[in-house]
């Protein structure tokens, strides 16, 4: 068996179905010389999958810093994987900080890419997926997670984001609220036995989840907001006046037809007929 280059190895693991390790996750598990993994108990079962016995050192939240300079220093000499439970490391996981100072060590990191439930969970959805904006796990507190969905309702993309089955219905509930009643879907135990996406309105979806909070893992798929309603005469007219208290008619015109997205020539009629009015 091939000595693997010395270096930071991020791979990733199946979200479900061990069907979905690649050739080349498994070949690097096999030969890397160490696996920092967020659960050894985890990635114990993924490494008897494939019949090898890679040792491993934890790496997660609450050990990282004080482990991290000993990782970096072994980079030198050996070929590290970091492994998360599922999925893509460093996608609401740890890593990224191990990634910078290995990097800033002059050590190789390469990446072996994978399973990740925030995009498998977008080719479930059935919404746009050109523009999209992974939020990953909203805060958990009410008042903290309101706050986070007024930051992104004027986005125009697609939301992802990470949840739990007890938090879903208040959480799909808080968004209706805060984005309007867009369409969304919830996409469930994605590559497992009971995968499914449900799709709807985030009320419906609300109400669908209220009584009874769904087993197994979540992620929230919700759409970009529609197109504005287009500036009606009143509107139009009322932003006219305004505006032709401050500048001649040419100018006033331009600056409304801009802000509501108007057809200029039209405003700059409009405006000749207010101003004449006004004068009468
Ligand atoms: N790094 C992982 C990735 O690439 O997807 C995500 C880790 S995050 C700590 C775990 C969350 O991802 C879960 O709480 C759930 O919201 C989502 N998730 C992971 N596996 C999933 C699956 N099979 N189906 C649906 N959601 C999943």
Redesign the pocket.
């Known amino acids: 068996m091939n000595v693997l280059e010395p270096g930071l190895y991020i791979v990733?693991t199946p979200?479900?179905n061990l069907g979905d390790l690649s050739p080349r996750a498994a070949d690097i598990l096999s030969r890397a010389d160490l696996l920092a993994v967020e659960d050894s108990r985890v990635t114990a079962g993924l490494l008897r999958h494939i019949g090898t016995k890679t040792p491993m050192t934890p790496y997660h939240d609450h050990n990282a810093d004080a482990v991290r300079p000993g990782l970096v220093a072994r980079l030198a000499t050996e070929a590290i994987a970091l492994v998360?439970?599922?999925?893509?490391?460093?996608?609401?996981?740890p890593g990224f900080k191990l990634v910078r100072d290995a990097r800033a060590a002059g050590h190789s990191v390469m990446t072996i890419p994978g399973?990740?439930?925030?995009?498998?969970?977008l080719t479930l959805a059935g919404l746009p997926t050109d523009r999209f904006l992974f939020l990953?796990?909203l805060p958990a507190k009410a008042g903290a997670r309101a706050a986070a969905i007024a930051e992104v309702a004027g986005i125009r993309a697609t939301l992802v984001?990470?949840?739990?089955g007890p938090r879903l219905a208040a959480c799909l509930a808080t968004l209706a609220e805060g984005l309007g009643d867009r369409e969304a879907a919830v996409?469930?135990?994605?590559?497992?036995r009971f995968?499914e996406a449900v799709t709807g309105t985030l009320s419906t979806l609300a109400s669908c989840y209220a009584d009874v909070p769904p087993k197994?893992?979540?992620?929230i798929v919700v759409a970009p907001p529609g197109e504005a309603a287009p500036a009606s005469a009143d509107d139009a007219d009322a932003a006219l006046a305004e505006a032709l208290t401050r500048l001649p008619v040419g100018r006033a015109a331009s600056e409304v037809a801009k802000r509501l997205g108007v057809d200029r020539r039209e405003l700059y009629a409009r405006a000749m007929r207010l101003r004449k009015a006004a004068e009468e």
């Open positions: 990733a979200i479900g998360s439970d599922a999925g893509t490391p460093l996608i609401s996981d399973p990740c439930a925030a995009v498998a969970a990953g796990f984001m990470y949840e739990s996409t469930r135990e994605i590559t497992k995968e197994g893992e979540i992620v």
